[in-house]
């Protein structure tokens, strides 16, 4: 399988490149970054139309990078993974509207971990309906989008069983009794945190705290890594890790 690697220079697009050399049937053969880096072991240009013939993308840039994505790939029908993360809702609907006729993975994590975290937090949500839930993900200094991808996932996934919350972030002032819709959402930054999200219900007398934490960036490259190899035969579609994992 021959990947084209976004965001070949960045801490993620190294970690992919140190992790697929654990598998013998796949490579990484052209890298795209804006500035691009000369001496690694497959070419890195800033131009993504000399990259060479492929069987999939897998992207860990950002999400600016998108629309040129698309439309590198959608008339060769090459599939996608988006593994970056902050698209604004106009650009959803652009990955949306491509995977009518190109098969799309796009996670905001995709490490195992997480994964369960995510059906934990649902299935305590739906356990504990008048406990309050807040969500606390922090990062290092250098991400750029906030909240999560990650936190947003558990958004969805609680909102799965409360329709009706709504999320609330960066509480200030006098902003009044909390009601039971809302879901607090916190974004802690700082120094070289690789990731971490923790789901609090907090009820009369007692708390429930779920968090997962990653120690290595190895985790998500390698979830990358897993779900090329899934969406490298699909059909056109939207895929996540529910589809990979189940
Ligand atoms: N889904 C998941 O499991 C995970 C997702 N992520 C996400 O992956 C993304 C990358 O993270 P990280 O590696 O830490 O970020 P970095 O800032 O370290 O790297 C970003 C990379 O993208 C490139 N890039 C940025 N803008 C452009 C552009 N306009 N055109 C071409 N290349 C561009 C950068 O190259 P240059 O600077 O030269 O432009 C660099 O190679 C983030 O969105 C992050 O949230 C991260 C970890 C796990
Ligand atoms: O930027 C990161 O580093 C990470 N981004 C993802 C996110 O936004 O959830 C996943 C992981 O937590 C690391």
Redesign the pocket.
């Given at each position: 399988m021959k990947i084209i690697l976004?965001?070949?220079?960045?801490?993620?697009?190294r970690m992919v490149a140190d992790q697929v050399q654990a598998y013998e049937d796949m490579e990484i053969v052209f890298g795209?970054?804006?500035?691009?880096e000369q001496g690694g072991p497959f070419p890195i240009s800033?131009q993504l139309e000399e990259a060479p013939a492929a069987d999939v993308i897998i992207d860990?840039?950002?999400?600016?990078?998108l629309t040129d994505l698309l439309a590198y790939a959608r008339p060769k029908g090459l599939p996608l993974v988006i593994?970056?993360?902050?698209h604004t809702e106009a650009e959803m609907t652009l990955m949306e509207e491509a995977a009518k006729d190109l098969a799309i993975f796009h996670?905001?994590?995709?490490?195992l971990g997480v994964h369960v975290l995510k059906l934990l937090a649902r299935q305590a949500a739906k356990a504990l309906p008048d406990f309050d839930i807040e969500i606390i993900e922090a990062h290092h200094h250098?991400?750029v989008?906030a909240p999560?991808?990650t936190a947003k996932m558990l958004v969805s996934a609680i909102q799965e069983e409360r329709p009706d919350s709504h999320v609330v972030g960066g509480r200030e002032g006098h902003v009044g009794a909390r009601p039971l819709d809302e879901i607090g959402v916190h974004a802690v930054r700082g120094g070289s945190i690789v990731?971490e999200h923790t789901v609090l219900l907090a009820g009369l007398d007692e708390m429930i705290e779920i968090k997962h934490t990653a120690l290595s960036?190895a985790i998500?490259a390698k979830?990358?890594l897993a779900a090329a190899q899934f969406i490298g035969q699909a059909q056109p579609g939207m895929y996540n890790m529910d589809d990979m994992i189940g």
């Open positions: 976004s965001g070949a220079t960045g801490a993620m697009g795209w970054a804006g500035k691009p800033a860990f840039s950002n999400h600016a990078t593994a970056t993360t902050g996670s905001g994590n995709f490490s250098r991400k989008d999560s991808g990731g960036r998500f979830g990358a």
